[in-house]
C-alpha cells in the first residue's frame, strides 16, 4: 500500500511562518493541526523524524518531541513503535472549549437546496419507474440530462449537442477525470494561484508538475496575462485549469481582452484549456455577462467543466464535461476506473430544475446578493483594516486582512466558534497568509455569528504579527 511521506523540506514550506504569540511547541502544533484540518497535510501522512525536523526548523528536538505529543493528545496524530508519527483526523473534530452548539461552517461555499427541490425530486420518482428496468450503471449520463445541459449551453452561446456531454459525480469528479486523462506523470499544469483547492490536489494526485499564474482583486483585469503568457511559452503546460468566471475565491471575471489573450496563449503551445464554469452562473449583477469560454475558442481546445452544486445543490453530486464527441468518448473510457456512474434518481432531479432553472437562479441570485450586502455592511465596520473586494456574483469574497495572520485567524475562529479557511490552502507554496475567504453563501444572520466570532478571534491571532518574509535577515 502506498502512504504520504512528508518530509522536513516540504513540511518547512507548509509551515510557512508558524511562530506565534506562546511556546514554541505549540505553535507548532497548532500550526501542523492547522494544516491537516484544511487538507494540506492529508490525514495518515507520515511527518518527518523529530530529530530532523528539528535541525531543519532550527529548534530543539524536544520542541519537536512536544509538539509532536500535543498532537497526539488532542488525537491529531497517532505514534507506532517503528514507524514513525502519522498525521490524524480525530472523528468528530472539535476544538477543546469551542460552542457546545456546533460551530458555524464558513469552509463552504454552497447554498442551501432552493425552495424548487420538492417539486423536482417528486417529478423525479415518477419518471424512475421505466429506469428501474435496466441495470442503473450510467456511466455517460441519462439522454434526457445530457439534452438538458446541451440545451442550456446552446442558450448561453455555445452550441452543443447532447452526445459532447458526459455526466459526472460533481465538477469534482470532471477536474480528476480530466487530469487522469490529460496528464502524463511529469507534466506541467497551469493554474491560476490563488485557486480551487481541490482541483491543484487532483491534478497533484495525476503527477502533474503546477505552474501558477497570478490572479488578483486589485486591478483592471484581475489576471496577470503578461505573466500567463510568459508561463506558457516557458512551460508548454499540457493543460490550463483556469475559471473565467468568478474565479475562486477572488470573485474576478476575465474581461473579453483577457479571454482572448489567453486562448490564443493555450492554442500557440496546444495547451488544452479546461475552464471550470461551475460558478459562471451566479451572477448578481455582473455588468457584462460572457458566453462560455468555449465560444471564442479559436484555434484552442476547450473543455468545460459544469456543476449543480451551485446553483442547484451540492447534495446532488452532479456535474458534467462539455468536449469535442471524441473526446467524450475517449473521457467515458477512462471514467470506468473511477467509478461506474452517476446517481440515476439524481439526475433526474437535475433535469427537472433545468426546467425551472430561470426561478432556481433568481433565488440564488436573491440569497448570495443578501450575503454579499452583509458582508460588505459588517467586515468593514469590524475590521476597518480590512480590504473587501465588491464582487458581482460568485460564491465568495477574498478579503484583505491587513498582516500576514490567515492561519493563526482560522485557528483561533475554531474556538469561537467559526470553521473557516486560512487563505493558503488556496495557493500551493504557503503564500496567501493575508487573505481570507468569505462564502456569499451564508444568511445574514450567520454572517453576523461569523463576524462576531472574527472579531473575538481577532486579538489572538494579531498580537503577535508574524515577521513579514522580507523582514527575516539574510545569514551571510
Ligand atoms: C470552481 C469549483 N469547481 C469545482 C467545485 C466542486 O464542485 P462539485 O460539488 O460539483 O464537485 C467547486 C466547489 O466549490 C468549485 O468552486
Known amino acids: 500500500m502506498s502512504e504520504t511521506v512528508i518530509g522536513a523540506r516540504a513540511l518547512l514550506d507548509l509551515l510557512g511562518e508558524w511562530r506565534g504569540a506562546g511556546p514554541s511547541y505549540e505553535a507548532l502544533a497548532d500550526r501542523l493541526r492547522l494544516l491537516v484540518i484544511d487538507g494540506r497535510l492529508p490525514s495518515g501522512a507520515r511527518l518527518p523524524a523529530e530529530r530532523e525536523l528539528a535541525a531543519d526548523l532550527g529548534v530543539s528536538r524536544t520542541t519537536v518531541t512536544a509538539a509532536y505529543q500535543r498532537l497526539r493528545e488532542q488525537r491529531f496524530a497517532v505514534s507506532r513503535q517503528g514507524s ?6 480525530p472523528g468528530a473534530v472539535r476544538t477543546p472549549g469551542a460552542h457546545p452548539s456546533g460551530l458555524l461552517d464558513f469552509t463552504k461555499a454552497a447554498l442551501p437546496a432552493p425552495s424548487m427541490m420538492p417539486d423536482a425530486v417528486a417529478e423525479a420518482s415518477t419518471l424512475l419507474s421505466p429506469l428501474l428496468l435496466d441495470s442503473g450503471y450510467d456511466t455517460l449520463g441519462l439522454t434526457v440530462l445530457r439534452e438538458a445541459v446541451a440545451r442550456r449551453f446552446t442558450e448561453r452561446g455555445l452550441p452543443t ?11 469534482q469528479q470532471a477536474i480528476a477525470l480530466l487530469a487522469r486523462a490529460l496528464v502524463s506523470r511529469g507534466d506541467r499544469a497551469l493554474i491560476e494561484a490563488p485557486t480551487y483547492p481541490h482541483a491543484y490536489d487532483a ?8 505552474v501558477t499564474v497570478p490572479v488578483s482583486t486589485e486591478g483592471v483585469d484581475g489576471w496577470d496575462v503578461d505573466v500567463l503568457e510568459s508561463v506558457m511559452r516557458r512551460t508548454s503546460p499540457a493543460i490550463a485549469y483556469l475559471m473565467p468566471d468568478f474565479q475562486n475565491p477572488t470573485g474576478r471575471s476575465m474581461s473579453a481582452a483577457v479571454r482572448r489573450r489567453v ?32 465560444t471564442a475558442a479559436g484555434g ?5 467543466i459544469g456543476s449543480a452544486s451551485k446553483t442547484m445543490w451540492g447534495g446532488l453530486r452532479v456535474g458534467w464535461i462539455r468536449a469535442e464527441r471524441a473526446m467524450i468518448r475517449r473521457l467515458h473510457g477512462v471514467r470506468a476506473t473511477m467509478d461506474l456512474g452517476t446517481p440515476v434518481l439524481e439526475q433526474l432531479v437535475v433535469a427537472r430544475l433545468f ?39 460568485g460564491l465568495a469574497v477574498w478579503a484583505h486582512i491587513g498582516a500576514p495572520v490567515s492561519s493563526q485567524l482560522a485557528l ?12 493558503p490552502r488556496f495557493g500551493v507554496d504557503g503564500a496567501f497568509e493575508r487573505f481570507l475567504r468569505l462564502p456569499l453563501t451564508s444568511a445574514p444572520a450567520q454572517v453576523d455569528r461569523a463576524v462576531a466570532a472574527l472579531q ?17 535577515a539574510a545569514v551571510v
Do not use: C, K, N, Y
Not at 357 to 378: K, S
Open 84 to 89: 514513525g508519527t502519522r498525521t490524524a483526523l
Open 161 to 171: 449537442d447532447a452526445d459532447q456531454i458526459l455526466v459526472t459525480v460533481g465538477a
Open 203 to 210: 491534478l497533484g494526485a495525476a503527477g502533474a508538475r503546477i
Open 263 to 294: 486562448l490564443a496563449a493555450a492554442a500557440a503551445q496546444g495547451t488544452i484549456v479546461v475552464a471550470d464554469e461551475t460558478p459562471a452562473e451566479l451572477d448578481i449583477d455582473r455588468p457584462e455577462s460572457f458566453p462560455p469560454l468555449a
Open 300 to 304: 484552442a481546445h476547450v473543455i468545460t
Open 355 to 393: 426546467d425551472r432553472f430561470d426561478a432556481v437562479l433568481a433565488e440564488r441570485r436573491a440569497a448570495l446578493a443578501a450575503g454579499r450586502e452583509a458582508l460588505e455592511a459588517r467586515l468593514p465596520a469590524a475590521f476597518p483594516d480590512w480590504t473587501v473586494p465588491h464582487v458581482h456574483g
Open 412 to 423: 483561533a475562529a475554531r474556538s469561537e466558534g467559526l470553521l473557516v479557511t486560512a487563505g
Open 456 to 472: 473575538r478571534a481577532w486579538p489572538a491571532a494579531s498580537r503577535h504579527p508574524l515577521p513579514e518574509p522580507g523582514a527575516l
